[in-house]
Every structure is written in C-alpha cells, then in structure tokens.
C-alpha cells in the first residue's frame, strides 16, 4: 500500500527558495510515475512536474519552468521539489502523488484523475 507524506512547505517572500519532500513508502521509484501537484483556493489542481524513472524522463508545466525542480534520492524513498524565484502566484497547497506505471497507458500525465495515491498536501505561501 502506497503512503505519501509531504513536508517542507512555508511561508516565504516573493523571490525566495523552499524545498518540498515527499516521502513515500514504495518499493521502488521505477513502478511509478510519481508527480507534485497544487491547487490554489478557488482554482482547479494543476500539474506542476512529473518524474518517470523508468524512463528517465522529467515535465514541467509552463508556469514553473526554469524555476523549479523535481528530482528523487531512492535510497531515502523520497520525491523532492526545488522551488527558486517563488512569485505570490505559486501560492497554493502542494501535493505528491503517485501513479502505477502500468495504469498510465493512454492517459494525460498532468491530470490529477490520472494519480491513485495523492498525499496530504503542504502548504506555499509567497507573500509579495
């Protein structure tokens, strides 16, 4: 059973750095696409990067490119977030999610509906 737990979300101003964590409690990253997600209060969750290590691949959504970062240590089992020249905008809570490799057939990698396992969530605050 896939358990994901975010931490290192805060409060940071305009033009700062956090680093989000996911730790997940899998076997190995190579069965998963794995991704982070956020959602802002009164806007629809959006992706924001997504890794595939089976296939060494790595997307970012448009908004953040540049900017952020999604990279994994899999001897800590843990998913991390970069997060550099944060703007108010990225305000919104972050959430890690994961989905079975083999279920992502024919499905749209930045689609929340397309993730099993989603964790708590973090909270971003960038004030201006």
């Known amino acids: 059973q896939v358990q994901l737990v975010e931490s290192g979300g805060g409060s940071v101003q305009a033009g700062g750095s956090l680093r989000l964590s996911c730790a997940a409690s899998?076997?190995?990253?190579?069965?998963?696409?794995m991704g982070w997600f956020r959602q802002a209060p009164g806007k629809e969750r959006e992706g924001v990067a997504v890794?595939?290590?089976?296939?060494?691949?790595?997307y970012y959504a448009d908004s953040v490119k540049g900017r952020f970062t999604i990279s994994q240590d899999a001897a800590k089992n843990t998913l991390y977030l970069q997060m550099n020249s944060l703007k108010p905008e990225d305000t919104a809570m972050y959430y890690c999610?994961?989905?079975?490799?083999?279920?992502?057939?024919?499905?749209?990698?930045?689609?929340?509906?397309?993730?099993?396992?989603w964790g708590q969530g973090t909270q971003v605050t960038i004030s201006s």
């Open positions: 999610a994961a989905a079975d490799l083999t279920s992502m057939r024919g499905r749209y990698i930045f689609a929340p509906e397309s993730y099993r396992y």
């Open positions: 890794l595939v290590t089976a296939f060494g691949n790595t």
């Open positions: 899998i076997y190995t990253f190579s069965d998963y696409y």
